[in-house]
């Protein structure tokens, strides 16, 4: 996978500033996660969009916002709705600043608990 992101053109670096600059400083775009160990570990590209979840000032675990999705071009897909404005304008700056692979915002919003469907009848 990591040669497949090389070779696309994606800038991991830019993608990891410009989180950090528009989400805040607590968000990473480098984590991902590790089926084999149930948590999140570090990884050395963009997979998802996290801020450390603390209690009592220890990190108990990580809030995820989105996921970035390279299998059908290099795509950001969007999980909370109240972090639009800034995926929009991740997305945004990211393309503006690279002149290789574009950057897709992709929302893909759930609400929980799904709310119960109505009588078409």
Same mark, same amino acid.
Request: proline fraction near 6%.
């Given at each position: %996978?990591?040669?497949?992101?090389?070779?696309?053109?994606?800038?991991?670096?830019? +993608?990891?500033?410009? +989180?950090?600059?528009? *989400?805040?400083?607590? *968000? /990473?775009?480098?984590?991902? #996660?590790? *089926?084999?160990?149930?948590?999140?570990?570090?990884?050395?590209?963009?997979?998802?969009?996290?801020?450390?979840?603390?209690?009592?000032?220890?990190?108990?675990? #990580?809030?995820?916002?989105?996921? *970035?999705?390279?299998?059908?071009?290099?795509?950001?897909?969007? #999980?909370?709705? /109240?972090?639009?404005?800034?995926?929009?304008?991740?997305?945004?700056?990211?393309?503006?600043?690279?002149?290789?692979?574009?950057?897709?915002?992709?929302?893909?919003? %759930?609400? #929980?608990?799904?709310?119960?469907?109505?009588?078409?009848?």
């Amino acid at each position: %996978m990591a040669e497949l992101r090389k070779a696309a053109g994606i800038k991991v670096d830019l +993608v990891e500033e410009i +989180v950090k600059r528009h *989400f805040g400083p607590e *968000f /990473t775009s480098k984590i991902t #996660w590790s *089926f084999s160990k149930g948590k999140y570990i570090p990884s050395t590209l963009p997979r998802r969009i996290a801020a450390p979840q603390k209690l009592l000032g220890l990190r108990i675990g #990580w809030m995820t916002v989105g996921e *970035f999705s390279d299998n059908m071009g290099f795509r950001l897909e969007l #999980w909370d709705s /109240t972090r639009l404005r800034e995926a929009e304008a991740l997305v945004e700056e990211y393309n503006k600043n690279t002149d290789g692979t574009k950057l897709e915002l992709c929302p893909s919003f %759930m609400h #929980w608990p799904a709310a119960p469907r109505r009588s078409a009848a």
